[in-house]
């Protein structure tokens, strides 16, 4: 049937209405937004936790609710523990249907960051992030713009590494969004007014306004960015922080603090996100340290809060769309001063922070399906023993060492006892030499099966507490004799030798600082140093660098920075593997006053001197020098290693008798056990050190940690981890004294000559530091190929010293 001409004529009407629904539901929708982009006033809530201490789980309890995006460190390049870690932190954030943050620090200079390394990392990301129903935002090397991080003021290699690895990443993962996020640039660029550029940088490009100076006038962004067509999102680090080069102190935020780091009416926010019509995150906090009284918690965060989120909130900043909490503690790098970033720690705080972001528009999650990411469960790095197995394993090894106590007392081992004729003691030289292999396998920092024998593996003890003990032994067993009747002849000789060890360091850091001008080297594994969360500046700086010769450059200025000289001359700038040494200087130089004490039987003197020292360093932190060394090896504090060492070897033969009377021997065993114990205990941490590590679930997470930080910190020397170096080494010396034959046989070649050759070892291993972080090949976490790299270094360190290799100008 034909349609009449009534209904034909109503076709027309109905399409023209149609295609005006059409029209307005377009109009309405806006256009398309990328993915993790939410809507215009309503930004995502972020947060930056320690992951190391923190969990995303925590933090949503604390809040009320999960944050929308979670944020965490990535180093470049990443090998497969950090792998590990990356997948159980997306694990988590995908429980709590978060967004993942992904802040990649480049731990090489940004020149070396090519296809090929960004084609690597753009993989290890895609593996991690497989099932993640997430949007993965990636903000490479944040706060390129400040001089504070090695990447930092290098416009023109920024931009090229920043492109290169949005290419790499764009081919591997499904949509991820690239974040450039500088710092805001209120007081760029962080260093006074130069006609100097940064090496490797035309002054030009820095130079934005012509004048010829290099200085606040300067444009602190655009040099730095990378083009439109590779960043999705904006980012700004914007933080309520007085403290500047002055006396920290807690300040209550001015009310316009915020939108003046937005840089209002044509700043950052009005060039860069609304500019250029892109998102804005946004990286804050407010400065709180506890130490420092003044305000309140509350007094200082609240303004802060209330600024934040009423911007977030406002039409005039519809582009903002995330705000990311620092989460964190961390303590600045003179160790006495701790900030507290975090606004959910403490009840009462947590509670006013949440009843604001409820009042405000910020989005909380969760914001994609809460799920467990798949796989996740058997990513977790190393292998954990729990329950029976982990408590079997734990009586195995008492068992173990109870047999090594009485095993001595079988007639056919006794021939394996100590017994050396030689005045030299070899346990001794065996023991140093232990501990400066720890020391090398640490500071050369790849991950191989050496990290198993040596990370803690004997106790909560590293290679340095071993070095500076024994080295105070030694000097108490050559120097203590001759105290009694030639005092200033042991004077004389320990000035002499703290002279040369000082005109070493001053030649070994100048020269490395020559090396890093060198173009085919990359000196970043010895002029800078990334925090790993154990230092001075506690678990919150965790991933935080450093560069160790900030300022240097002025060298070149005419006439010199007046300061630059004394910083050389005073050991303020050098390679974090080398500072020790100016400690050792230092505690040379006093060592005759200890002599003389013990020569005149006050041996309880200098224990309670020493004793003392170390608990005013301990609790107060007091620096007293300006050196380098100041910051990991406070001179209060480890002291008292190297008093206690002295001690022990002025009375060595004393002391080995009285050990020696079977009376004692319980004791002895006691000690041993103890030691087993304290090595149980270090083994359960939840820090693995590869795929391979096997660790004990003897203790929950949380307690290992809060017994860990409360009594085994290593810069301030936790009285746990101090006693345990002293059972360590009471335990190891016991054990070299009762299987001699056995340990010198299996490891007596090869420790023994490194053992009497430690600081010549100490000295060549910085440049050996230099060579293996230049090899590539070595750089990817390959686990058998770095185990094989460690055995050429070890190896090339051994011949050094069998052939005695510039013996006359590198003392030992």
């Not at 090496?199 to 439109?228: E, F, H, I, K, S």
């Not at 001015?254 to 780091?261: I, Q, V, Y």
């Not at 008798?657 to 114990?677: E, H, I, S, Y």
């Not at 810069?715 to 070299?736: C, K, Q």
Request: net charge negative.
């Amino acid at each position: 049937m034909r349609p009449t001409g009534r209904s034909c004529a109503r076709l027309p009407a109905a399409a023209a209405a149609l295609l005006m629904i059409l029209v307005l539901v377009l109009l309405s929708s806006g256009p398309a937004r990328a993915a993790g982009t939410p809507e215009p006033g309503a930004p995502y809530l972020g947060a930056l936790l320690d992951w190391g201490t923190d969990s995303a789980a925590g933090h949503a309890e604390r809040l009320g609710a999960p944050a929308a995006v979670f944020g965490r460190p990535v180093p470049l390049p990443m090998d497969d523990l950090e792998q590990g870690h990356l997948r159980d932190y997306l694990s988590q954030v995908s429980e709590q249907g978060a967004h993942a943050l992904l802040t990649i620090r480049p731990g090489i200079a940004l020149d070396r960051v090519d296809e090929a390394r960004a084609a690597v990392l753009a993989g290890q990301l895609a593996d991690v992030a497989e099932g993640f129903g997430g949007t993965v935002f990636i903000r490479f090397a944040p706060q390129m713009n400040a001089s504070w991080v090695p990447w930092g003021q290098q416009p023109e290699a920024y931009t090229a590494a920043f492109r290169t690895v949005a290419a790499a990443v764009g081919a591997r993962l499904e949509n991820p969004v690239m974040v450039w996020s500088p710092t805001a640039g209120t007081d760029y660029p962080f260093r006074a007014p130069t006609s100097v550029a940064p090496r490797g940088v035309d002054l030009a490009t820095l130079d934005t306004d012509g004048n010829g100076v290099w200085d606040q006038d300067d444009d602190p962004y655009g040099p730095y960015y990378p083009g439109d067509d590779v960043v999705d999102w904006v980012g700004l680090s914007a933080y309520h922080d007085e403290t500047g080069n002055e006396a920290a102190r807690n300040t209550v935020p001015g009310p316009e603090g915020f939108g003046a780091l937005l840089g209002e009416p044509d700043g950052f926010y009005a060039t860069y996100a609304a500019g250029r019509d892109k998102p804005l995150m946004v990286e804050t906090g407010s400065f709180y340290s506890p130490d420092a009284g003044g305000p309140t918690a509350l007094e200082v965060k609240a303004p802060w809060w209330d600024q934040v989120l009423t911007a977030a909130s406002s039409e005039d900043y519809d582009r903002i769309g995330a705000v990311v909490w620092n989460e964190t503690v961390e303590e600045r790098a003179d160790g006495v001063l701790a900030v507290d970033w975090r606004s959910t720690a403490d009840p009462g705080l947590a509670t006013e922070f949440r009843d604001r972001v409820r009042a405000s528009s910020v989005v909380t999650g969760p914001v994609t399906e809460q799920a467990a990411l798949p796989g996740a469960e058997t990513a977790a790095p190393g292998i954990v023993l729990q329950g029976p197995a982990a408590w079997t394993a734990a009586a195995a090894v008492l068992g173990a060492g109870l047999l090594l106590c009485l095993l001595p007392r079988w007639r056919p081992a006794r021939a394996w006892r100590y017994a050396e004729p030689a005045p030299r003691d070899h346990r001794i030289d065996m023991l140093r030499g232990l501990a400066i292999v720890f020391v090398v396998v640490n500071h050369v920092g790849l991950t191989s099966w050496f990290q198993l024998l040596t990370q803690e593996s004997v106790g909560v003890v590293s290679g340095a507490e071993l070095f500076v003990l024994l080295s105070g032994a030694v000097l108490g067993m050559v120097y203590g004799p001759r105290a009694r009747n030639d005092l200033g002849t042991v004077v004389d000789h320990t000035a002499a030798r703290a002279w040369k060890l000082y005109l070493t360091a001053l030649v070994v850091v100048l020269l490395v600082y020559a090396l890093s001008w060198m173009p085919f080297l990359d000196a970043g594994a010895v002029t800078t140093f990334t925090d790993q969360g154990t230092g001075a500046a506690g678990t919150g700086a965790a991933g935080t660098t450093y560069d160790l010769y900030a300022g240097m450059d002025g060298l070149f200025e005419f006439p010199v920075q007046a300061h630059l000289v004394p910083a050389v001359l005073l050991l303020q700038v050098g390679p974090w593997q080398f500072n020790i040494m100016g400690l050792y200087v230092i505690l040379l130089l006093v060592s005759p006053l200890v002599l003389a004490a013990l020569a005149r039987g006050r041996a309880w003197l200098v224990l309670l001197v020493s004793g003392g020292l170390y608990a005013a360093g301990t609790v107060y932190r007091i620096r007293l020098l300006p050196s380098q060394f100041e910051d990991s090896f406070p001179l209060l504090v480890w002291q008292v290693l190297f008093v206690l060492g002295m001690v022990a070897g002025y009375y060595r033969r004393q002391v080995v008798t009285w050990f020696a009377d079977r009376r004692r021997r319980p004791l002895l065993v006691a000690t041993l056990l103890l030691a087993a114990a304290f090595a149980l205990f270090s083994w359960s941490s939840p820090y693995a050190s590869n795929a391979y590590d096997v660790r004990l679930a003897l203790l929950p997470d949380a307690a290992f940690r809060t017994v860990y930080d409360s009594y085994f910190g290593r810069t301030y020397l936790g009285i746990g981890r101090l006693v345990n170096v002293l059972l360590v080494v009471v335990a190891g010396y016991t054990l070299l004294s009762a299987y001699w034959a056995l340990f010198r046989r299996a490891l007596g070649w090869f420790l023994i000559p490194l053992g009497r050759a430690t600081l010549y070892v100490f000295v060549v291993h910085v440049f050996l530091v230099l060579a293996v972080a230049n090899v590539d090949a070595l750089q990817q976490g390959n686990l058998w190929l770095n185990t094989a790299a460690y055995v050429v270094v070890l190896g090339l360190l051994w011949a050094m010293v069998r052939t005695r290799f510039l013996f006359r100008l590198v003392p030992r």
